[in-house]
């Protein structure tokens, strides 16, 4: 018959089945996309019944046609030959070529049908499914010498690159594919040339390994002192390691030098080197065993092939054994090596086919129980082991894919090492498994049998090794390897998790890294291999890239529970590495964590390290770190250091850090030195005897030498940096005197205490600066308490050496201190008084009224006798008196005491006035009373005082005193007590006191808002400029000038333009009539004064023309004869105001023009700017040019 002829493969393809299926199109018969031929998709573990036998379809080659069989274009063009009736359909042929793989020829059939307008839907949708080049691994070769390529079946050839040129969207039925098709077009050719490249790579390295020849190979072994030339791919292995070692040494610059000289390799992939080459361990391992023999890398034999001794890399020593005896036995101790490390890998082997050996026995123990009736008596023995075993690995394979050994590389399954008869329901393990682990045999054993329900079958063993291999299961890959093994011990859990953790953490997302922290601490607590330990420890501290917070907390948590159960030497050689890698991490959150993580760790180290290795990183980082957030934990880390240290040598480096760390430019540097570190230290200099000993004299030497040194200058940041850590010793240095008075034995916790008062002591700044916290318990202080009250009130301090230093050494120097520094900087009386004040409350009021109190009125000495005596009053000039007031007087707001404070100010402002000494005392216990609104009152008490003293000299004194306090006082108390007793001032007969009141009267004009206030306030300035009997009184109007230029610019706008500049016109008007030059100087001084800082505020159109304008104008004429570089400026304000107020306009007459904005012109400011700097009479009032606006 014809179709026998142009069919010899005699497939499904022929003239009959064409005839019945003139239709046939893809859906009938195995997609195309599906792959390699195979069955249909209806029973994918049957072939076809019409299909030919597998023989048949193995002898053929698909690349290099023979003799053997006919070529399928002959078969093609033969049919096409043959009559209308046994013509093959073109489907048939394109069926034909995909079920043989003949690739290159169906593409070829299929372009020249594209050529003539034929387009096959078949060969469409094959070759536009990158699915069907991918790689396969269904039905194996069918014989050893069959060599496919990396790629599977389909060998990347030239020729097909023709996919790349081929717009098969260009005849899609769906436009909208164009793109997709095109791109899985590229993507599958991209796979293609990778696995080109990786498997050019093999074969280079393979090349370059054997590149020197052999015979001169054997003259340098026989001629030791030539050296042999290095081979290409030992220099790139070299070039890699010495890269590595630079990178990881800090040696950056080198790294970058090295890689540009070699820039034909890649340093960041060792796959560059040889992709069958195993990495080699770095140059600091080299090195330290270079001495002995390194094994070789146990990576090199795939586990789940087996390795035949030829194919070892050491096989050459036996066939050619080297000539010098030592490099003989260097080379067969690898060799011993390499086999030992074989061993280990069947012993593995063994011991997954003990396993399945293991599950088949039990499995055929059930079968036997299932089964009610024997099996026929004709069925001999082999049968029936061959059916058994048949019956039981197909069921295996189908319902547990884990069972396979790890072997299976894809292709039959090897099932016949455990073929074993049924007869013999429990033969040992070592009948083809020799030399078990004994532990896991046992664990084997004692594991109960697994029971499957087994079909009644018989198969051929080739049969079922032919239908296992369609189980599609990957056991050569790293992950198939490790799924097909079932761990079988807490030992083998744990080598499982080492291997796969650090190739599950990059996969994971960063938010939910987390999540990882318990396995990987618990995978390193109990993982035997140092090596893997460090790696997941590494893994840990670089699990988030940039860890906030709560993570940072969860890891530090896993980092304590990890040493808690490792203990201190794996945490000082595991942990501490960690943290030493990541101290100059570009991330501040990294190197945070590790500034927290030594304080965590601290009490789970040796103590020789506690003290040495991480207080020198700490150290380090307080100085480098440029994050205030990583110094901040740095300095809480050291704290906690100091509450564990023990050794007495390292005082001196922990005094240095606290005051390194209390010079930090950071408040939260400082605020944390003062809530943990500085607690901490004091706690141990305590148990050392050396707080009051070495730490407080050493800061009051300190700042005795500050003192010193400053008197052109004080560094008020020095001196609060100082008096501010020894604040924050007062709480330990009371509990000191606590623990060593003479009643500490008689404390008892028994019977009723009753509870300390909720301001007994000042707000400590952090727990670890609480009394009782320091004690122990709030029990215990208040029977300490108790017993300290009663001491101090009805004992006395005899053999009390604590306390007695506190009050014969301490106090004394600093009230000597106190006395030294000046009483103007506000600062340091600040600081000073609050101080005292922390230190009053805290040692009681007992201590304060018998101890503290006495020392002060000691060196003041307020008495009658000494008024006019100049020689004892020249403390009361000093900063003592506002501290005494302010941090000593103040700490008990009982009757008595504020009796107290009332009378001891109104003896200093009588003493001062009587005695016509400076007032800045005095001033500076107002300015920091009048801070606080509880004192109001009691200053205005005071004031009074000295309204109605019948001395001008004290009612002048109290005038200018109310300047101080009016600021920040409640409107109600200005109306109802300070402006009375001002108006009661101006009532006297002394012009000095009424001059005295108007810098008073300024200030309500500038704090107060009150109407009826202002006018009355306002008809007291009136009655000062225009009553006559003011005329001649210069420095009165110098006092009211000197007024308006500093409250101008922010008081009420309506008092400003009503009152200050109508007046501040007549004034300058009438001093150019000023006879006297002194005065006429004196005023056009301050007038200028006056309207710069006036010049900020926004002026009506009218005032300026009225006004302001006149006013410059007059000023100017003054200025033209006094003083000239005056004169240049004021010509330049007038003439800018000019400016502005006709360019304003009829339209904007309601507007404002600001002379601050008009002087933005590039001449007249260099002009007004160069003369301001020339100026040297009126520097105090020009900054008032620059207040704010109002």
């Given at each position: 018959?014809?179709?026998?002829?142009?069919?010899?493969?005699?497939?499904?393809?022929?003239?009959?089945?064409?005839?019945?299926?003139?239709?046939?199109?893809?859906?009938?018969?195995?997609?195309?996309?599906?792959?390699?031929?195979?069955?249909?998709?209806?029973?994918?573990?049957?072939?076809?019944?019409?299909?030919?036998?597998?023989?048949?379809?193995?002898?053929?080659?698909?690349?290099?046609?023979?003799?053997?069989?006919?070529?399928?274009?002959?078969?093609?063009?033969?049919?096409?030959?043959?009559?209308?009736?046994?013509?093959?359909?073109?489907?048939?042929?394109?069926?034909?070529?995909?079920?043989?793989?003949?690739?290159?020829?169906?593409?070829?059939?299929?372009?020249?049908?594209?050529?003539?307008?034929?387009?096959?839907?078949?060969?469409?949708?094959?070759?536009?499914?990158?699915?069907?080049?991918?790689?396969?691994?269904?039905?194996?070769?069918?014989?050893?010498?069959?060599?496919?390529?990396?790629?599977?079946?389909?060998?990347?050839?030239?020729?097909?690159?023709?996919?790349?040129?081929?717009?098969?969207?260009?005849?899609?039925?769906?436009?909208?594919?164009?793109?997709?098709e095109r791109v899985a077009v590229l993507e599958f050719e991209l796979r293609k040339a990778k696995e080109t490249?990786?498997?050019?790579?093999?074969?280079?390295?393979?090349?370059?390994?054997?590149?020197?020849?052999?015979?001169?190979?054997?003259?340098?072994?026989?001629?030791?002192?030539?050296?042999?030339?290095?081979?290409?791919?030992e220099k790139r292995a070299l070039n890699f390691l010495v890269n590595e070692y630079l990178l990881k040494n800090e040696y950056k610059l080198s790294s970058i030098t090295f890689s540009d000289e070699n820039d034909d390799q890649d340093f960041e992939l060792w796959d560059d080197v040889g992709l069958n080459i195993p990495k080699p361990p770095d140059l600091l391992q080299l090195y330290r065993n270079c001495g002995s023999a390194l094994p070789l890398p146990r990576d090199m034999v795939d586990v789940a092939v087996g390795v035949d001794f030829g194919e070892l890399p050491g096989n050459y020593i036996t066939q050619d054994p080297p000539k010098k005896p030592d490099l003989s036995q260097q080379q067969?101790?690898?060799?011993?090596?390499?086999?030992?490390?074989?061993?280990?890998?069947?012993?593995?082997?063994?011991?997954?086919?003990?396993?399945q050996i293991k599950k088949l026995q039990s499995e055929i123990q059930t079968l036997k129980r299932s089964v009610s009736s024997p099996p026929p008596a004709t069925l001999d023995l082999g049968s029936q082991a061959t059916s058994n075993l048949s019956t039981?690995?197909?069921?295996?394979?189908?319902?547990?894919?884990?069972?396979?050994?790890?072997?299976?590389?894809?292709?039959?399954?090897?099932?016949?090492?455990?073929?074993?008869?049924?007869?013999?329901?429990?033969?040992?393990?070592?009948?083809?498994?020799?030399?078990?682990?004994?532990?896991?045999?046992?664990?084997?054993?004692?594991?109960?049998?697994?029971?499957?329900d087994q079909p009644n079958r018989k198969l051929s063993p080739a049969f079922q090794q032919a239908l296992l291999s369609f189980c599609r299961m990957s056991s050569d890959s790293r992950l198939g390897a490790e799924v097909s093994r079932i761990a079988d011990s807490e030992e083998s859990v744990m080598l499982m998790l080492?291997?796969?953790?650090?190739?599950?953490?990059?996969?994971?997302?960063?938010?939910?890294?987390?999540?990882?922290?318990?396995?990987?601490?618990?995978?390193?607590?109990?993982?035997?291999?140092?090596k893997e330990r460090d790696q997941l420890l590494h893994i840990l501290f670089n699990l988030i890239k940039r860890p906030d917070d709560e993570q940072r907390q969860m890891i530090l948590t896993g980092c304590v529970a990890f040493a808690r159960h490792v203990g201190p030497t794996r945490?000082?050689?595991?942990?501490?590495?960690?943290?030493?890698?990541?101290?100059?991490?570009?991330?501040?959150?990294?190197?945070?964590?590790?500034?927290?993580?030594?304080?965590?760790?601290?009490?789970?180290?040796?103590?020789?390290?506690?003290?040495?290795?991480?207080?020198?990183?700490?150290?380090?980082?307080?100085?480098?770190?440029?994050?205030?957030?990583?110094?901040?934990?740095?300095?809480?880390?050291?704290?906690?250091?100091?509450?564990?240290?023990?050794?007495?040598?390292k005082y001196s480096q922990g005094f240095e850090l606290m005051l390194l760390s209390l010079g930090d430019p950071s408040e939260r540097v400082v605020s944390a030195i003062h809530q943990v570190f500085i607690p901490a230290f004091a706690a141990w200099t305590t148990e050392l005897g050396t707080l009051h000993t070495a730490l407080i004299p050493s800061l009051l030497a300190r700042i005795e030498k500050l003192l010193t040194q400053g008197e052109h200058g004080l560094d008020e940041h020095k001196l609060h940096m100082f008096l501010s850590a020894l604040q924050s010793l007062i709480p330990p240095l009371f509990a000191v005197v606590l623990q060593n008075a003479p009643f500490t034995s008689r404390a008892k916790l028994h019977g009723e205490i009753p509870a300390i008062e909720v301001t007994r002591f000042p707000r400590p700044a952090s727990p670890l600066q609480d009394v009782a916290t320091i004690i122990g318990s709030r029990e215990m202080l208040s029977a300490l308490l108790l017993l300290y009250d009663h001491q101090l009130e009805h004992e006395g301090t005899t053999g009390w050496d604590s306390l007695l230093w506190v009050v014969n050494q301490l106090l004394p120097q600093l009230i000597e201190i106190v006395g030294r520094i000046n009483v103007t900087s506000s600062t340091c009386v600040h600081e000073f008084s609050r101080f005292f004040w922390r230190f009053c409350r805290t040692f009681g009021k007992i201590f304060t009224n018998t101890k503290v109190k006495p020392q002060f009125q000691e060196i003041l000495?307020?008495?009658?006798?000494?008024?006019?005596?100049?020689?004892?009053?020249?403390?009361?000039?000093?900063?003592?008196?506002?501290?005494?007031?302010?941090g000593v007087l103040t700490c008990y707001n009982q009757e008595e005491d504020r009796k107290l404070l009332v009378g001891f100010l109104e003896d200093v402002m009588t003493t001062l006035s009587l005695s016509?000494?400076?007032?800045?005392?005095?001033?500076?216990?107002?300015?920091?009373?009048?801070?606080?609104?509880?004192?109001?009152?009691?200053?205005?008490?005071?004031?009074?005082?000295?309204?109605?003293?019948?001395?001008?000299?004290?009612?002048?004194?109290?005038?200018?005193?109310?300047?101080?306090?009016?600021?920040?006082?409640?409107?109600?108390?200005?109306?109802?007590?300070?402006?009375?007793?001002?108006?009661?001032?101006?009532?006297?007969?002394?012009?000095?006191?009424?001059?005295?009141?108007?810098?008073?009267?300024?200030?309500?004009?500038?704090?107060?808002?009150?109407?009826?206030?202002?006018?009355?306030?306002?008809?007291?300035?009136?009655?000062?400029?225009?009553?006559?009997?003011?005329?001649?009184?210069?420095?009165?109007?110098?006092?009211?000038?000197?007024?308006?230029?500093?409250?101008?610019?922010?008081?009420?706008?309506?008092?400003?333009?009503?009152?200050?500049?109508?007046?501040?016109?007549?004034?300058?008007?009438?001093?150019?009539?000023?006879?006297?030059?002194?005065?006429?100087?004196?005023?056009?001084?301050?007038?200028?004064?006056?309207?710069?800082?006036?010049?900020?505020?926004?002026?009506?159109?009218?005032?300026?023309?009225?006004?302001?304008?006149?006013?410059?104008?007059?000023?100017?004429?003054?200025?033209?004869?006094?003083?000239?570089?005056?004169?240049?400026?004021?010509?330049?304000?007038?003439?800018?105001?000019?400016?502005?107020?006709?360019?304003?306009?009829?339209?904007?007459?309601?507007?404002?023009?600001?002379?601050?904005?008009?002087?933005?012109?590039?001449?007249?400011?260099?002009?007004?700017?160069?003369?301001?700097g020339q100026l040297t009479t009126s520097g105090a009032m020009l900054a008032n040019v620059f207040q704010r606006k109002k």
């Open positions: 018959m014809a179709a026998g002829n142009v069919n010899p493969f005699n497939l499904s393809d022929s003239d009959e089945e064409a005839e019945r299926r003139p239709s046939e199109t893809a859906d009938t018969e195995r997609s195309p996309s599906d792959g390699a031929p195979g069955p249909p998709p209806g029973n994918p573990f049957s072939p076809p019944a019409d299909a030919e036998p597998p023989s048949l379809l193995l002898s053929c080659s698909r690349t290099s046609p023979s003799g053997e069989g006919i070529s399928v274009s002959a078969a093609a063009t033969a049919a096409m030959a043959g009559s209308g009736e046994t013509r093959v359909s073109v489907d048939v042929i394109a069926a034909q070529l995909l079920r043989d793989q003949y690739i290159l020829t169906a593409l070829e059939f299929h372009t020249e049908l594209l050529e003539a307008g034929r387009e096959l839907p078949r060969l469409r949708d094959y070759f536009s499914n990158p699915g069907n080049f991918e790689r396969q691994s269904g039905t194996p070769p069918a014989s050893k010498d069959q060599v496919l390529g990396p790629g599977g079946p389909l060998n990347r050839a030239g020729s097909i690159s023709t996919l790349d040129s081929l717009d098969f969207a260009r005849y899609s039925d769906d436009g909208n594919r164009e793109s997709d490249i990786q498997a050019l790579r093999a074969n280079l390295t393979q090349a370059a390994e054997s590149e020197v020849p052999s015979q001169e190979r054997k003259n340098f072994k026989s001629s030791p002192e030539i050296q042999e030339p290095i081979r290409p791919l067969q101790t690898e060799v011993v090596q390499e086999l030992e490390y074989q061993i280990s890998l069947l012993n593995s082997e063994k011991q997954s086919l003990a396993e039981t690995a197909n069921t295996t394979c189908s319902t547990d894919p884990l069972s396979v050994p790890p072997t299976d590389n894809g292709q039959y399954l090897d099932i016949r090492g455990v073929s074993e008869p049924e007869s013999d329901p429990d033969p040992p393990s070592t009948q083809n498994t020799p030399h078990p682990h004994p532990q896991s045999h046992n664990k084997l054993k004692s594991r109960p049998p697994v029971q499957f080492g291997r796969c953790l650090p190739h599950i953490v990059p996969n994971v997302l960063l938010a939910k890294r987390e999540e990882l922290i318990p396995l990987i601490l618990c995978t390193a607590c109990l993982h035997p291999e140092p945490v000082e050689a595991e942990l501490l590495p960690q943290c030493w890698e990541q101290i100059n991490h570009k991330y501040p959150e990294r190197r945070l964590l590790v500034a927290e993580s030594c304080g965590a760790l601290a009490p789970y180290l040796p103590k020789e390290i506690r003290s040495s290795l991480v207080l020198s990183m700490l150290q380090q980082m307080l100085a480098e770190d440029k994050a205030d957030m990583v110094r901040e934990a740095v300095v809480k880390s050291l704290g906690i250091i100091m509450g564990y240290i023990d050794d007495p040598d000495r307020l008495s009658e006798e000494n008024v006019d005596a100049t020689a004892g009053n020249g403390i009361l000039t000093k900063a003592t008196v506002p501290i005494y007031a302010t016509h000494a400076p007032l800045d005392s005095l001033k500076a216990s107002f300015v920091e009373l009048g801070a606080n609104p509880v004192y109001h009152e009691l200053l205005l008490t005071v004031l009074w005082y000295g309204v109605v003293h019948t001395s001008a000299l004290v009612r002048c004194t109290a005038a200018r005193m109310f300047e101080l306090i009016l600021r920040g006082m409640s409107e109600a108390l200005v109306d109802r007590r300070a402006a009375p007793a001002l108006i009661t001032l101006c009532s006297g007969p002394e012009f000095s006191v009424r001059i005295s009141t108007i810098p008073a009267f300024g200030t309500i004009m500038e704090t107060v808002t009150q109407k009826e206030l202002l006018e009355r306030v306002k008809m007291q300035l009136a009655s000062f400029l225009e009553d006559p009997q003011y005329q001649d009184q210069h420095s009165l109007h110098m006092e009211i000038i000197r007024t308006f230029g500093r409250v101008g610019p922010n008081a009420e706008p309506r008092f400003r333009d009503e009152f200050v500049l109508p007046h501040l016109h007549k004034l300058a008007l009438s001093n150019n009539s000023q006879a006297v030059e002194s005065k006429r100087i004196d005023i056009a001084t301050q007038l200028f004064e006056a309207y710069s800082a006036l010049s900020c505020c926004f002026i009506s159109e009218e005032l300026m023309v009225n006004h302001f304008l006149p006013g410059l104008r007059c000023l100017r004429a003054d200025m033209e004869q006094l003083s000239p570089e005056h004169e240049v400026i004021l010509s330049s304000m007038i003439k800018e105001c000019e400016i502005k107020v006709e360019n304003r306009g009829i339209g904007d007459a309601q507007g404002s023009v600001s002379i601050a904005s008009s002087l933005v012109g590039e001449d007249a400011k260099t002009k007004f700017l160069s003369k301001m």
